[in-house]
C-alpha cells in the first residue's frame, strides 16, 4: 500500500522555523507525500519563504486563508488530494520515519484514525474497534495535552468527509482537542502506537504563553462547547470535569504563575477559579483518577488555597531539571 499523505501546515509569522519544518517531510523515509502550506495572514517573510519552498518541489502547494489556525487547517481539509491527511506545526518537526511509520500502519490495520505517543514503537499497531472505544476516549480526555493534540495522528479522508468534522472558527484554545473528540465520537476504529514520531517545540513567543486577560474567556469557551458534546454522551461526563480540571491545570501555569507578582498571579488564579465550569468540574470530579502532582494542586485550587497552587508545578519543574542534569 502506498497511499497519498497530505500533509497540512498552517504558516502564520514563521519565517525563522518554516525551511526546518518542510525538511524534516522532504527528507523523510516515506515519499509519497504533498505538503500543504496554508498562509494565514503573516507579516514577516513567511508567505514569500512559502512560496519560493512550493517552487523548489512540485509536492508543495500554497494557499491563502482568513487569519486562525482553525481556518487554515480547514482550508487544507478542503484543499488535500491524499488518501489520508496529517496535520504539522510550521515550528515543530517530524522524524524520519514518522510517514513511513503511518503507512506501516496502514498496512497492518485498517483504520479511520492512527495515533503515535512516545515510545519505541516496537509492539506496532493496537487497534480498537467501535466496543473498545469508550475506554480509548476516557483515557485521551484524562491525559489531553499527551492524547488529544491534533498532531501525531493520521486521519483517513474518506472518513474526514463522511464525518463532515472540521475545526470550530470560534475557538483560538482548544480548538485541536475539540477537532480531535468530535473525530473520535464519530470513530468505527482507532489504532494506537507507543512511537516517538513528532518534536514539538516549547515556544515562548507563542500565544500560550504571553498573558492575555481575554485568555480565561478563550478556555471558557472551549469548555463549554466541549461540555455539551460530552455530558450528552453520559458516559463521558466524569470524563469531561477531569478533562476540564486538566485544561484549568494548563491555565494556571502559563497564564497565572508567569505573571510578575503574588497579586497577578492570585487575581487571574481567582478569576480562573470562579469560572462556573471550573468551580463546577472541582466540584463534580474525582481527583484521586489524576497523577498526584495534579491532584494536590487541584486540591489547594478546590480549598481555594491560592498561595499554594502554584507549589507543586514549581516543584515539579524543578525535579526535571535535576533529572535532565544527571
Not at 14 to 40: A, D, H, M, P, R
Not at 201 to 226: F, G, P, R
Request: hydrophobic residues 40%.
Amino acid at each position: 500500500m502506498n497511499n497519498l499523505i497530505s500533509v497540512i501546515i498552517p504558516v502564520h509569522n514563521n519565517e525563522k522555523t518554516l525551511e526546518k519544518c518542510v525538511n524534516s517531510v522532504l527528507t523523510g523515509t516515506y515519499q509519497n507525500f504533498e505538503i500543504l502550506l496554508i498562509e494565514n495572514g503573516s507579516d514577516d517573510n513567511s508567505r514569500a519563504l512559502s512560496k519560493s519552498l512550493s517552487q523548489r518541489d512540485s509536492r508543495i502547494s500554497v494557499f491563502e486563508s482568513e487569519k486562525g489556525v482553525s481556518r487554515a487547517r480547514n482550508v487544507g481539509i478542503e484543499k488535500a488530494y491524499g488518501d489520508f491527511i496529517t496535520f504539522l506545526d510550521a515550528d515543530d518537526t517530524l522524524t524520519k520515519d514518522a510517514l513511513e511509520t503511518f503507512a506501516n500502519g496502514m498496512n497492518q490495520v485498517k483504520s479511520d484514525i492512527y495515533c503515535a505517543f512516545s515510545g519505541d514503537g516496537k509492539n506496532g499497531f493496537k487497534l480498537y474497534s467501535s466496543q473498545e472505544l469508550q475506554a480509548l476516549i476516557s483515557d485521551f480526555l484524562k491525559n489531553p495535552t499527551q492524547r488529544l493534540t491534533v498532531w501525531s495522528k493520521l486521519y483517513s479522508s474518506e472518513f474526514l468527509k463522511q464525518s463532515k468534522v472540521l475545526f470550530d472558527v470560534r475557538l483560538s484554545h482548544g480548538e485541536d482537542s475539540d477537532f480531535v473528540i468530535n473525530l473520535l465520537l464519530k470513530a468505527k476504529s482507532v489504532a494506537v502506537i507507543d512511537k516517538t514520531i513528532y518534536n514539538y517545540t516549547v515556544n515562548e513567543d507563542s500565544a500560550v504563553h504571553k498573558i492575555d486577560s481575554s485568555v480565561l474567556d478563550k478556555y471558557v469557551l472551549s469548555m463549554s462547547i466541549t461540555k455539551e458534546k460530552l455530558i450528552n454522551q453520559k458516559a463521558f461526563t466524569d470524563d469531561f470535569y477531569l478533562y476540564a480540571l486538566n485544561n484549568l491545570l494548563v491555565f494556571l501555569t502559563h497564564q497565572s504563575f508567569s505573571l510578575n507578582g503574588y497579586k497577578n498571579q492570585k487575581k487571574s488564579a481567582k478569576d480562573a477559579l470562579s469560572s462556573p465550569i471550573f468551580k463546577e468540574a472541582l466540584l463534580k470530579a474525582k481527583l484521586k483518577k489524576l497523577p498526584i502532582e495534579k491532584a494536590v494542586t487541584l486540591f489547594f485550587a478546590k480549598h481555594n488555597l491560592i498561595l499554594l497552587l502554584s507549589l507543586p508545578i514549581k516543584l515539579r519543574k524543578v525535579f526535571k531539571k535535576i533529572k535532565a542534569s544527571r
